[in-house]
């Protein structure tokens, strides 16, 4: 392909990316409708399929977000760039009824590159946190009701990255990201009886502009020629936001679409109560994690993550969000059954699979949410080259796990292209 053509894909790819990253909600979780509804801690496609392990996982033939510091195990002269789609079925359950939901959305956009031996960058795009729900339930108050929730709404991250090698074992890295966008929660109290009057509904809407920064370092033990160990430490720490919530009251007859609470002419009294982030002192909460992987060079990868959100610290400026620390324990595996064949194409097929154990960083009725997955994939390497067509299979389970409790049931194909190309090499014949 020629460079013109190259950097016209790549730009097409970032800018449809972003839009769609920016206006889909990408979720049907009735559990998004607190806070900021779902966060994205995912990393690509690949770490999905080895169940979102990656912190201390360093190998130079893809990129890896989960920390930064492995950039520096980009080759001098290699250029990576990674995007990924996936399609996600939800199934939304208690004892007595449930509700599937699908859709295909892009993930992400990453590439990254080397302008030293000791110096990788990386850029992309992808969803930092979305909400999408729509549900009905009958109540009572003063008079039998029906009450109605919708959400709606994401947060995208747009970030850079910087890996430093300090020596041939230590590499240390950060990444500055910046989220922008808006989530709202909607919630009406409809009167069955015309005589009880007009109905009541509340809007929160969190709109947020702000940059975030995080740390991360991988130290690599050879143990031979062919054997490592790699060691990875993340670190976020606590910073101010720059945002806003705001909490709209009303009474009214016809219900507004999207943001809208009801429609203008319909509405009968209305409040507004804006707080500031800076003012209320909410923060991002700090954050920590560790990786180990044990690597047999083109042949094998063992990873296992461990990573801790203090979000029980953190008060919502809402007053209906209730949180608690998140973690998150995970287990992933590759495996190569002999990457220099020249006649067998299955044996250099990169075979995955990988397990989750997800703390939520939400409570629901009381309860923390708990999340559980299960994970495969594979690696199509496309010729001899580092390029590879990445496919993903994960299925799990959301909820509190209380009986008669709400609960998700989720799957997801995921479906990735990780691009290499030696755009620093300098061809004799072009």
Partial sequence: MYKPLKHLFTGLIILLTISS???????????????????????LGINDAMGGSGIGIRTNDRLNILNPASYTAMDSMSFFFDVGLSSNTQTISNSLESNTFSDINFDYFTLGFP??????????????????????????????????????GNFTNLYGGIGIKATPQLSIGAHASFWFGDIYHKSYVDFIESQAGPSYGIKNEHTISTLLLDFGMQYTKPLDENQSLT????????????????????????FGTEKILFTTNDTIQEKTKETDWADANFKMPTKFGFGLSYQIKD??????????????????????TETADASKLAFGAE?????????KYYQRIHYRTGIHYNNDYLKFEGNQLKDFG??????????????????GYEYGQKGT????????????ISFSMNMHEAWFFKRKIE
């Avoid at 960058?121 to 029906?146: C, H």
């Fill in 401 to 412: 796990f209380e009986t008669d409790a709400l609960k998700e049931t989720y799957q997801r």
């Fill in 231 to 254: 060691v990875g430490v993340i670190f976020s720490p606590q910073m101010s936001l720059n945002g806003q919530t705001t909490l709209l009251t009303a009474n009214g007859n016809q």
């Fill in 374 to 391: 299960i994970s495969f994939g594979l690696g199509l390497p496309l010729g001899r080259s580092k390029t590879s067509i990445n496919i």
């Fill in 299 to 320: 042949k094998l990868i063992l990873a296992a993550d461990y990573s801790m959100t203090q979000w029980g610290s953190v008060d919502f400026p809402d007053d209906v």
């Fill in 335 to 343: 495996w190569i059954p002999n990457q220099r064949t020249g006649t």
């Fill in 115 to 152: 302008v030293s031996q000791k110096v990788a960058l990386a850029i992309g795009v992808r969803p930092a946190a979305q909400a999408g729900y729509n549900y009905e339930s009958p109540g009572k108050i003063t008079e039998p009701s029906l009450n109605t929730a919708i959400g709606a």
């Fill in 21 to 43: 990253a920016s206006a889909q909600s990408r979720t049907y979780s009735t559990f998004s409708r607190y806070g900021f509804g779902e966060l994205n801690t995912r990393g």
